[in-house]
T-cell receptor
Framework: GAVVSQHPSWVICKSGTSVKIECRSL??????MFWYRQFPKQSLMLMAT?????????EQGVEKDKFLINHASLTLSTLTVTSAHPEDSSFYIC????????????FGSGTRLTVV | QKEVEQNSGPLSVPEGAIASLNCTYS??????FFWYRQYSGKSPELIMS????GDKEDGRFTAQLNKASQYVSLLIRDSQPSDSATYLC?????????????FGAGTRLAVHP
């Protein structure tokens, strides 16, 4: 089945620094990947849609200059949280859509970001 | 109005009973519907997908879709304590030429022995 690998699984960084999170589709090509954020006891909120070879599409209220997305190949998308602050601490999850039989969305294992 | 709505719960059922989870959505042109299970601290895992009206069964799980009523549900038969988790309803909607997956807030299910 479709597998999405996400790294790192957790990261602690100092306030003001930047953190990069990688999302890879291991056994399929993903022209589109999605980045979600989830705060404790809340649902997944779509941040942006990452499109291979073009600019990402951000949801309303998400700062594109703060959350930089790069989708340089059909199997890799990265999310960089720039100048991180404690309020950016959250669970970040990527997803890619398998264009196979089930057309399902497969999720990475998530990245727990803590900004101190 | 939220795009995808679920009762947050918790829904508490005894072991062996049927758990019924409900979801409504606002976008009439939505085409694909999914149920995900999420354990605390983990990412969601796909349980069921459904695309056409009616019922779809997979083991102990049955998804039901009614597009006229904009309603989708998940039944879990013979509930087990290991089924205790948050169940997320998700709807795929086409916007600007591409599809995106929107989640409901999730329903917490607690199955007690």
């Amino acid at each position: 089945g479709a597998v999405v690998s996400q790294h790192p699984s957790w990261v602690i960084c100092k306030s003001g620094t930047s953190v990069k999170i990688e999302c890879r589709s291991l056994d399929f090509q993903a022209t589109t990947m999605f980045w979600y954020r989830q705060f404790p006891k809340q649902s997944l909120m779509l941040m942006a849609t990452s499109n291979e070879g073009s600019k990402a599409t951000y949801e309303q209220g998400v700062e594109k200059d703060k959350f930089l997305i790069n989708h340089a190949s059909l199997t890799l998308s990265t999310l960089t949280v720039t100048s991180a602050h404690p309020e950016d601490s959250s669970f970040y999850i990527c997803s890619a859509r398998d264009q196979g039989v089930n057309y399902g969305y497969t999720f990475g294992s998530g990245t727990r970001l803590t900004v101190v | 109005q939220k795009e995808v709505e679920q009762n947050s719960g918790p829904l508490s059922v005894p072991e062996g009973a049927i758990a019924s989870l409900n979801c409504t959505y606002s976008d009439r042109v939505s085409q694909s519907f999914f149920w995900y299970r999420q354990y605390s601290g983990k990412s969601p895992e796909l349980i069921m997908s459904i695309y056409s009206n009616g019922d779809k069964e997979d083991g102990r799980f049955t998804a039901q879709l009614n597009k006229a009523s904009q309603y989708v549900s998940l039944l879990i038969r013979d509930s087990q304590p290991s089924d205790s988790a948050t169940y997320l309803c998700a709807v795929s909607t086409e916007t600007g030429g591409y599809n995106k997956l929107i989640f409901g807030a999730g329903t917490r299910l607690a199955v007690h022995p």
